[in-house]
T-cell receptor
Framework: GAGVSQSPSNKVTEKGKDVELRCDPI?????LYWYRQSLGQGLEFLIY????????KSGLPSDRFSAERTGGSVSTLTIQRTQQEDSAVYLC???????????????FGPGTRLTVL | AQSVSQHNHHVILSEAASLELGCNYS??????LFWYVQYPGQHLQLLLK??????LVKGIKGFEAEFIKSKFSFNLRKPSVQWSDTAEYFC?????????????FGGGTRVLVKP
């Protein structure tokens, strides 16, 4: 079946512009996560959605970052007024979300490589 | 907050050699433990995971990992590597029983297997 898909695969933008990154989770997965993979910081958690619950935004690095998940499926990560340090690969993952205690397997998408000039 | 350390950033070895990648975590409670792999040009995929029970966990492609609670370690092993095992390997944890499943990752280890 189809895995997690992300678009665009690559995005080059100028400093100060806003960008939107999209994630389509695996059908039926109620949990969705955004991570960032950068040279200096490794893989770091950004935000987590579980069903209709309020998202866990504890990993967002600044208020320039926001994300939404419409209809419990597709998610968009928005970065406003991009800075050069935002350059990274942004990864989306989804999981069934039905196993308690953190035991779900997260399935990752291919990522969006963001370059801020 | 928890943290994860992977001691080796780069490993180079020949085919048929044995591989062991170290992973140590810092957290005061019980954790779930994962190893993910990222092959060149591909996305992250799960190799194996440990929640409870037998501390020796077997995963895909001949990999296994051993959880040693007293050492806060979850080292990954493969007795005989192949060229196709060239990849970056990530150890990750999350606290058991947590409301969210967000993973904390180690810095990754790049493994190059020479044919």
């Amino acid at each position: 079946g189809a895995g997690v898909s992300q678009s665009p695969s690559n995005k080059v933008t100028e400093k100060g512009k806003d960008v939107e990154l999209r994630c389509d989770p695996i059908s039926g997965h109620t949990a969705l996560y955004w991570y960032r993979q950068s040279l200096g910081q490794g893989l770091e958690f950004l935000i987590y959605f579980q069903g209709n619950s309020a998202p866990d935004k504890s990993g967002l690095p600044s208020d320039r970052f926001s994300a939404e998940r419409t209809g419990g499926s597709v998610s968009t990560l928005t970065i406003q007024r991009t800075q050069q340090e935002d350059s990274a690969v942004y990864l989306c993952a989804s999981s069934l979300g039905r196993l308690a205690g953190g035991t779900d397997t997260q399935y990752f998408g291919p990522g969006t490589r963001l370059t801020v000039l | 907050a928890q943290s994860v350390s992977q001691h080796n950033h780069h490993v180079i070895l020949s085919e048929a050699a044995s591989l062991e990648l170290g992973c140590n975590y810092s957290y005061g409670g019980t954790v779930n433990l994962f190893w993910y792999v990222q092959y060149p040009g591909q996305h992250l995929q799960l190799l194996l995971k440990y929640f409870s029970g037998d501390p020796l966990v077997k995963g895909i492609k001949g990999f296994e990992a051993e959880f040693i609670k007293s050492k806060f370690s979850f080292n990954l092993r493969k007795p005989s590597v192949q060229w196709s095992d060239t990849a970056e390997y990530f150890c990750a944890v999350n606290p058991q029983g947590a409301a969210g499943n967000k993973l904390t990752f180690g810095g990754g280890t790049r493994v190059l297997v020479k044919p």
